[in-house]
T-cell receptor
Framework: ETGVTQTPRHLVMGMTNKKSLKCEQH?????MYWYKQSAKKPLELMFVYSLEERVENNSVPSRFSPECPNSSHLFLHLHTLQPEDSALYLCASSHALGASLGEKLFFGSGTQLSVL | TQLLEQSPQFLSIQEGENLTVYCNSS?????LQWYRQEPGEGPVLLVT?????EVKKLKRLTFQFGDARKDSSLHITAAQPGDTGLYLCAGGNTGTASKLTFGTGTRLQVTL
């Protein structure tokens, strides 16, 4: 148990559906992240929030829309996805920004998304 | 664009064997992290190294950061089935506080 909970664990959706992924952290952290993990590709950073403010958006298509209503919750809203968006979506949190400076990232178990 | 290449991609060994996983780049990193990801779970941080030439030990795992801070290695002594998982290295740099560059991963299977 890492203190970061993601729901649902598995999601199958059609290309015209709208769905949302949820992440909740119980660690009192101030930074939260969305990563995408595809087969045979390195983890890709999608979005970063610090104190509920988006600080990084890594050229992610607009069909992915993040929301951070407070420092404990992070959502990823999905709309008109493509089959190539099928992947494991991981949420992470850290005490503060600075993952690249050694700040420890705590990951959730991920949502395995399949787009049909 | 910074890239981290890990080798080997796959490794299947028997319990008790030793192994080394490599993480290489042509870029310099100010820090290097190693994670292990078990099936159905997210990555879990094992160690962070920040000084060129640094060696850290975590029980049977030994991590080394290259002198030039462009590469790193993970050595496991007497592997156990519990070591099975995907090993990921991740490099970070000052100036990009939030962004880690993850490696391509090494999938390790340890059998009895």
């Amino acid at each position: 148990e890492t203190g970061v909970t993601q729901t649902p664990r598995h999601l199958v959706m059609g290309m015209t559906n709208k769905k949302s992924l949820k992440c909740e952290q119980h660690l009192g952290h101030n930074a939260m992240y969305w990563y995408k993990q595809s087969a045979k590709k390195p983890l890709e950073l999608m979005f970063v929030y610090s104190l509920e403010e988006r600080v990084e958006n890594n050229s992610v298509p607009s069909r992915f829309s993040p929301e951070c209503p407070n420092s404990s919750h992070l959502f990823l809203h999905l709309h008109t996805l493509q089959p190539e968006d099928s992947a494991l979506y991981l949420c992470a949190s850290s005490h503060a920004l600075g993952a690249s400076l050694g700040e420890k990232l705590f990951f959730g178990s991920g949502t395995q998304l399949s787009v049909l | 664009t910074q890239l981290l290449e890990q080798s080997p991609q796959f490794l299947s060994i028997q319990e008790g064997e030793n192994l080394t996983v490599y993480c290489n780049s042509s870029s310099v990193f100010s820090s290097l992290q190693w994670y292990r990801q078990e099936p159905g779970e997210g990555p879990v941080l094992l160690v962070t190294v920040v000084t060129g030439g640094e060696v850290k030990k975590l029980k049977r795992l030994t991590f080394q950061f290259g002198d030039a801070r462009k590469d790193s290695s993970l050595h496991i002594t007497a592997a156990q089935p519990g070591d099975t998982g995907l090993y990921l290295c991740a490099g970070g740099n000052t100036g990009t506080a939030s962004k880690l560059t993850f490696g391509t991963g090494t999938r390790l299977q340890v059998t009895l």
